[in-house]
Every structure is written in structure tokens, then in C-alpha cells.
């Protein structure tokens, strides 16, 4: 998936909130398991999950573990998606007919790598709202910490990102946009934690539907 010139300029904060913006999850009204009937737009969810790329670039190399995991993912779901673009412009088919053949816990499949992007949105959830408490001088390799354990990712990842994470202030002076002051930053990241929270929540919703919450991630 190309990323534009423009896109590249923008900061990742407003590029993440500008996506989630656009990423509504249909939810049909009068419907019995409303999960298993709704809709995510595939390449909408795809320019989120890069958006989350570009914020681990700014974390810094103890991410490369994660960058490399959500990469593959990615790739592998923009595949799925351009085999069949009508079909699979909705994750819930995917997760659907993965499923119905079985294939949805193995180990390389579609369904795996949308549960494995989904922790990783839930990690940076995490990490912002940690960020966000009163006290933003918080740890941040105890805010990282935390914010793995969380979002259920694998332990090698905890292990390599606890190591060479940046001070919370280097890191919150990368997010930020040239001369932008840290209370507009904590008030572009407190709008992001608000639409990306239900939208995980909804999102976790589905999973459980196809028995994937749990799922592990290797």
C-alpha cells in the first residue's frame, strides 16, 4: 500500500485520527450477533495499522522486533484483501471464511494476523493512555511495559522493547510537530485514545464471536 507525500508530512498523531475518523464499523440495527453481521473496511484498517509503523519508527530500535511483526502482517492481510477485492474489502468475511475451514487459528493465516494487529493497536492505546495520566512524566520504559503486558503481545517482544526505550520527554518531543507545545500534543493524543478505544472495543467484540481473543500470537 503506497503512502502519499502528504500523508508523510503530516504528523502520526493527525495521520492516525484523520483514519480513525473514516474507520466506522458498520454495525447492522435489529440484527441477532451483530458482530458476526458487521463490516470492516480492509484498507482503511491497513492505513491505520501503518500509521502505527511510522509511531514505532519514533519509539526507537527497541520496536524493531514488533515493527517487523506488524509489517508481515499487514502484507499478509493486503494479499488476502487483493485476491478478491470485493469479497475481502470486509475483515468480518475474512474472519468468517477462515472459520467456516478451519484455517483461522493456523499459524499463517489472515484471521491470525488481524488479531496480531489488533494487539498492536491495543499496545498503543495502552502506551498513549499511560502518556495521558496526570503526572506525563511518567517512566516511560515502565509505561511500554505496561502497555505490552496489556495488549497481550508475546514475550520476546516484552523482553527486546523494555531495552533502549527512549525517556518519556525525548519520546514526546519526537511526536510532536515543529513548535506544537506539549498541551496541544496531549490534546491530539487524548482525541486519538477517544476514537481508538471503542474502536478496539468493537473490534474485540467481533473476535470473540470467531472464538479469536485468546488466540496466540505465535
Known amino acids: 500500500m503506497k503512502r502519499s507525500r502528504d500523508t508523510e508530512k503530516r504528523s502520526e498523531i493527525n495521520s492516525a485520527i484523520e483514519e480513525l475518523s473514516v474507520l466506522v ?3 447492522p440495527a435489529g440484527v441477532n450477533h451483530e ?3 458487521a463490516h470492516i473496511p480492509t484498507k482503511p484498517f491497513l492505513s491505520l495499522c501503518y500509521m502505527i509503523l511510522q509511531f514505532l519508527d519514533k519509539v526507537g530500535p527497541t520496536m524493531a522486533v514488533l515493527r517487523q511483526d506488524i509489517h508481515q502482517n499487514i502484507k499478509r492481510l493486503e494479499a488476502m484483501h487483493e485476491s478478491n477485492p470485493l469479497t475481502n474489502s470486509n475483515l468480518v468475511e475474512i474472519l468468517k471464511s477462515e472459520t467456516s475451514k ?3 487459528k493456523k499459524k499463517i493465516s489472515a484471521s491470525k494476523s488481524f488479531v496480531w494487529l489488533t494487539r498492536s493497536l491495543d499496545f498503543t492505546s495502552a502506551l498513549f493512555q499511560a502518556l495521558l495520566v496526570k503526572d506525563p512524566i511518567k517512566n516511560m520504559e515502565q509505561a511500554v511495559q505496561e502497555s505490552l503486558l496489556e495488549s ?3 514475550e520476546l517482544v516484552l523482553q527486546v522493547a523494555i531495552k533502549l526505550v527512549p525517556d518519556t520527554k525525548t519520546f514526546m518531543d519526537l511526536l510532536s510537530e515543529k513548535d506544537e507545545d506539549c498541551d496541544t500534543l496531549m490534546e491530539k493524543m487524548q482525541i486519538l485514545v477517544s476514537l481508538l ?4 472495543e468493537d473490534v474485540h467484540c467481533i473476535l470473540k464471536v470467531y472464538k479469536l481473543d485468546r488466540l496466540k500470537s505465535n
Open 152 to 154: 497481550e503481545l508475546t
Open 197 to 200: 478505544v471503542p474502536f478496539l
Open 25 to 27: 464499523i458498520v454495525k
Open 35 to 37: 458482530a458476526a453481521s
Open 102 to 104: 478451519g484455517n483461522a
